[in-house]
């Protein structure tokens, strides 16, 4: 096997959470790209099946709430059912709940049911997933590649001073406490799963988006891109190729790793 055969997936089941938001429809046609079968799981079911029928048949649509541990266990069921098997599991759903300006809220204001209602699904959900699907790559005992999806405020502070004059959803915006603990929880998760699982050749790392131009305004777009070395704010494409990495054996001695795909934002 060549260095550039251990990127391709041929073989493998992929489930992918949040499937059909803004990375994650990049994430499942990269994978099915690279050769995998991909499980699109996400709340609409009018948009996993669109997305399935344009992959292929390589892709079904499953909905699922993460945060619902019934919903977590039919889901993984009727993957496996479908597939026979789950070799790569990708936590990457989020949210930002059903009301955007709750969770822009300022701290000192911010209501405990908007925190819960993020934290369901930012860490819950992840925890959720992983539980019931890592159980079955034990019990298949073929090993296995789970990758979490973190944020650069999982690792450092945000600046307030880049959201002044910005707009986005409808308002102003900021990054809320809630998102970045949740999202350093997804870290310290990550790291502890791969020492609990790495005995069972089960592989568990971590993807770290910076921040990706989503119709934020012009404003918000260029005081990020001036604290990034790279000069910009990242293209959702740009990050599927290091989850190819991480999902395929190319990766194949790396786990509890935190691969930050920043343009150097964590670097200053």
Not at 131 to 144: A, E, N, Q, S
Not at 159 to 181: F, K, M, Q
Not at 222 to 235: E, Q
Request: with cysteine; aromatic share 8%.
């Amino acid at each position: 096997m060549t260095a550039t055969d251990k990127f391709m997936l041929q073989g493998k089941v992929a489930l992918v959470t949040g499937g059909a938001g803004i990375l994650g429809r990049g994430f499942v046609k990269g994978l099915a790209e690279a050769g995998a079968q991909v499980a699109i799981v996400d709340m609409q079911a009018d948009a996993v099946d669109a997305l399935a029928r344009e992959i292929g048949p390589q892709a079904a649509g499953f909905v699922c709430d993460v945060a619902n541990p019934d919903s977590v266990e039919q889901c993984v069921a009727a993957v496996l059912a479908r597939f026979g098997g789950i070799d790569i599991l990708h936590n990457n759903a989020a949210t930002k709940t059903a009301d955007a300006r709750k969770f822009f809220t300022p701290f000192e204001d911010y209501p405990l049911e908007t925190w819960r209602e993020v934290m369901s699904v930012n860490i819950d959900g992840m925890f959720l997933m992983a539980k019931t699907v890592g159980r079955d790559m034990v019990r298949r005992g073929k090993g296995g590649s789970v990758i979490q999806t973190a944020s650069i405020y999982g690792l450092v502070g945000p600046d307030p001073r880049i959201y002044e004059g910005s707009d986005y959803l409808g308002g102003a915006i900021n990054t809320p406490a809630v998102y970045a603990a949740s999202k350093a929880a997804v870290v310290g998760l990550t790291k502890w799963l791969a020492t609990h699982w790495g005995p069972a050749g089960i592989r568990v790392n971590c993807l770290v988006p910076g921040g990706v131009s989503s119709g934020q305004n012009s404003v918000f777009s260029d005081k990020y891109a001036a604290k990034v070395p790279l000069g910009r704010m990242a293209r959702a494409d740009e990050m599927v190729p290091a989850l190819l990495y991480l999902a395929s054996d190319a990766s194949s001695y790396v786990t509890g790793h935190v691969l930050a795909v920043d343009g150097g934002w964590t670097s200053w």
